[in-house]
């Protein structure tokens, strides 16, 4: 073979291997995957100015927070107010209710006692599994047996039921012999402020505040208690007032004497409304003070 022809070669096989070599050297880029976007949490802010009257405080729903996206947090707003002279503290839990999911707060979320004629603000943190919306959410206060309260978060979601105290002014006089009774005002309840106890979910409580005067002469006066009178119910039923040490003015009365603004308080049927009557006794003696009472 001639001298040119091996160069010829040798340059061809040079010229193989570089292009092998070239080849194995470039690869062909991946395709890059398409990212999904990850998922965001919708909050919505819910107005609930909402009241609810529950052994003897006000609880005060403010607004509610809902951040949720296949679940999360329900953060509540609200202030709890104590108009009593006495410390305060909530026994009935606030739980809230979606669906069939009746959520407590979490274990960050604390009640504190209210001072006496106190006011103090409350967080409370709820986590949920599973919910994408509040718009039917329901919080309730307290539990069965006893009167349980709701405020839902939106009107379509549920009817509120808060309590609130019913207030009256009333007129009407009776007397029994020498003891004189004039009627003035009344106020019904679901609770007992003074006891910091909510009521049976079949009992409210009627309170009436009147005036009581003795027209007799004795000098020692008359011993006014809880003998003196009872209540006749609608239905004609006949109650005594509550026996608990809060529920009675006891007063010793002198001759023509009128102590006012005594009280007497009486546990009757939650759907009790129409005409009752307060009954004047002394000795054998009874009068009938009639009054009506509407929800």
Same mark, same amino acid.
């Given at each position: 073979?001639?001298?040119?022809?091996?160069?010829m070669?040798?340059?061809?096989a040079?010229?193989?291997?570089l292009?092998?070599?070239l080849?194995?050297?470039?690869?062909? /880029?991946a395709?890059?995957?398409?990212r999904? /976007?990850?998922?965001?949490?919708t909050?919505t802010?819910?107005?609930?100015?909402?009241?609810?009257?529950?052994?003897?405080?006000?609880?005060h729903?403010?607004?509610?927070?809902a951040?949720?996206?296949?679940? =999360?947090?329900?953060?509540?707003?609200?202030?709890?107010?104590?108009?009593?002279?006495?410390?305060?503290?909530?026994?009935?839990?606030?739980?809230?209710?979606?669906?069939?999911?009746?959520?407590?707060?979490?274990r960050?979320?604390?009640?504190?006692?209210?001072p006496?004629?106190?006011?103090?603000?409350?967080?409370l943190t709820y986590?949920?599994?599973?919910?994408?919306?509040?718009d039917?959410?329901?919080?309730?206060?307290?539990?069965?047996?006893?009167?349980v309260?709701?405020?839902?978060?939106?009107?379509?979601a549920?009817?509120?039921?808060?309590f609130? /105290?019913?207030?009256?002014?009333? +007129? =009407?006089?009776?007397?029994a012999t020498?003891?004189?009774?004039?009627?003035?005002?009344?106020?019904l *309840?679901?609770?007992?402020?003074?006891? #910091?106890?909510?009521?049976?979910?079949?009992?409210?409580?009627?309170?009436?505040?009147y005036d009581?005067?003795?027209?007799?002469?004795?000098? =020692?006066?008359?011993?006014?208690?809880?003998?003196?009178?009872?209540l006749r119910? /609608?239905?004609?039923?006949?109650? *005594?007032? *509550?026996?608990?040490?809060?529920?009675?003015?006891?007063?010793?009365?002198?001759? +023509?004497?009128?102590?006012?603004?005594?009280? #007497?308080?009486?546990?009757v049927p939650?759907?009790?409304?129409?005409?009752?009557?307060?009954i004047? *006794?002394?000795?054998?003696?009874?009068?009938?003070?009639?009054?009506?009472i509407?929800?």
């Amino acid at each position: 073979m001639s001298r040119a022809l091996k160069a010829m070669c040798a340059n061809t096989a040079m010229a193989a291997i570089l292009a092998g070599c070239l080849d194995a050297s470039v690869s062909t /880029p991946a395709p890059t995957p398409t990212r999904a /976007p990850e998922p965001t949490s919708t909050v919505t802010t819910y107005q609930l100015g909402t009241t609810v009257w529950y052994e003897g405080l006000l609880i005060h729903f403010d607004q509610a927070k809902a951040t949720l996206e296949r679940g =999360g947090t329900i953060e509540m707003m609200l202030r709890i107010e104590n108009p009593t002279a006495d410390t305060g503290e909530l026994d009935g839990g606030i739980h809230l209710i979606i669906g069939t999911i009746r959520a407590e707060p979490n274990r960050n979320s604390q009640i504190p006692t209210v001072p006496a004629n106190g006011t103090v603000d409350v967080v409370l943190t709820y986590e949920l599994q599973d919910v994408v919306s509040a718009d039917s959410a329901v919080i309730e206060v307290g539990t069965a047996p006893l009167h349980v309260g709701r405020v839902p978060f939106t009107p379509t979601a549920a009817t509120p039921t808060v309590f609130q /105290p019913i207030a009256s002014t009333l +007129s =009407g006089t009776g007397a029994a012999t020498d003891l004189r009774i004039t009627l003035r005002r009344s106020e019904l *309840r679901w609770d007992l402020p003074d006891w #910091s106890q909510e009521l049976d979910q079949s009992l409210r409580v009627l309170t009436l505040i009147y005036d009581v005067t003795y027209t007799g002469s004795f000098a =020692g006066g008359l011993a006014f208690t809880g003998d003196n009178v009872a209540l006749r119910l /609608p239905n004609g039923t006949v109650v *005594r007032s *509550r026996k608990d040490g809060h529920s009675q003015s006891i007063e010793l009365i002198g001759s +023509s004497r009128t102590k006012k603004d005594l009280l #007497s308080r009486f546990e009757v049927p939650s759907g009790a409304t129409g005409k009752f009557a307060l009954i004047v *006794r002394n000795g054998g003696t009874e009068k009938a003070i009639p009054f009506t009472i509407k929800d």
